[in-house]
């Protein structure tokens, strides 16, 4: 949750002011309202919060690069949070996120070009703005402000955007595949956790993927979406293939199941415990992580491939997900036949199934 409840507010009357500061272009004005935002979406009720969130969203391409638009993202997001429309808030946001996302990558750059041989990138800490840090990065003094500040903000985007990419398929589909690059870009510098939002944007959904079963020779067509993570699909594998009898082995818990699709948001973590029952394969025999994402998995021929093998060791997990707020799907569309089988098998070179 982005902030906590406390007394309601007049929050409606609030946003108003904001907007209409914004509108006469009046710093002073729009500073004080801004303030008065923030204080009131915290106790505001559920409804003023449902009506002002799209508000507060589309106020964030008036606010200029260099002020508090983090802030008022997470105000939008917690409405979002607390059942303002995702889909109606998400463009602003997740283009303001677009927007510091490159802008961080590009202080990057700038900070490098300029620097010594092996010289670190800094922590994105506020303290390390000065005039030495601008001048290095070069340009006018306004462009490079931006840049460090994206540099040291970026993960404070974090909250807004899973708040409206973890309630609507519709936001994902529309807006996550610009993003996910430059978010992994920025990510591999590893000074910035963006763990969450890249997995966010890297999630699958409504997605065929052939599935084929080593141990027996099977395969099948699996349509997947809302997944988390490998672990979440595993789970929802077995629960399929071995669940509906069409592998041998021991399906997972009802428990972890509900836990992996329940339309209703978790509510804290569990005890439930999953267990292993396969080994994730790319193709080309690389192992595919529990801790990775249905991403993952190759495209061949225009559908992703994933083989299934007798598991090398026992391993288990907890069974809570990864996004509360997303539940997983895993549907069986069909059994191949056998033909179909052996022609997806022989997209595996290291060892087709016989």
């Known amino acids: 949750m982005i902030f906590k409840r406390k007394q309601a507010s007049g929050l409606p009357i609030a946003v108003t ?56 993202a997470m105000a939008a997001g917690f409405c979002v949070e607390r059942g303002a429309d995702p889909v109606a808030c998400a463009g602003p946001i997740l283009d303001g996120v677009h927007r510091d996302l490159l802008d961080a990558l590009e202080f ?19 303290g390390i703005i000065d005039d030495a840090l601008l001048a290095r990065l070069g340009g006018d003094a306004h462009e490079a402000t931006r840049l460090a500040l994206a540099w040291c903000t970026v993960e404070e985007w974090q909250p807004p955007a899973l708040a409206v990419l973890c309630r609507s398929a519709e936001v994902r589909r529309r807006h996550a595949a610009p993003l996910l690059p430059a978010c992994r870009e920025l990510a591999a510098l590893e000074r910035h956790d963006l ?9 699958l959904d409504d997605e065929p993927v052939i599935v084929l079963h080593r141990p027996t020779g099977t395969g099948f067509e699996i349509r997947i979406g809302g997944i988390g993570d490998n672990f979440q699909l ?6 399929v293939l071995i669940g509906g009898g069409h592998v041998p082995g021991t399906p997972p818990s009802p428990e972890s199941v509900r836990l992996a699709t329940d339309p209703e948001p978790a509510r804290g973590r569990s005890d439930c415990v999953a267990t292993g029952a396969f080994e994730l394969l790319a193709p080309d025999g690389t192992r595919l992580w529990n801790e990775g994402l249905p991403d993952d ?8 491939l994933l083989v299934l093998d007798n598991p090398s060791y026992q391993r288990s997990w907890n069974a809570d997900r990864f996004f509360p707020h997303l539940p997983g799907t895993a549907q069986l569309t069909r059994v191949l036949t056998a033909d179909e089988t052996r022609a997806w098998s022989a997209h595996l070179p290291a060892a087709p199934l016989s």
């Open 297 to 304: 998995i190759p495209v061949v021929a225009g559908r992703r």
């Open 234 to 239: 595993h789970t929802l594998l077995a629960h």
């Open 108 to 126: 990057a750059r700038r900070w490098t070009a300029t620097g010594g041989a092996g010289e670190e990138l800094p922590e994105p800490d506020g």
């Open 17 to 72: 002011e904001l907007e209409s500061a914004v509108a006469a272009r009046d710093g002073e004005r729009t500073g004080r309202a801004f303030s008065t935002v923030i204080e009131s979406v915290q106790s505001a009720p559920d409804d003023a919060r449902v009506a002002a969130g799209p508000r507060l969203a589309a106020l964030l391409p008036a606010f200029p690069p260099t002020g508090p638009r983090p802030m008022l």
């Open 195 to 203: 763990k969450c939002l890249a997995y966010a944007l890297a999630v």
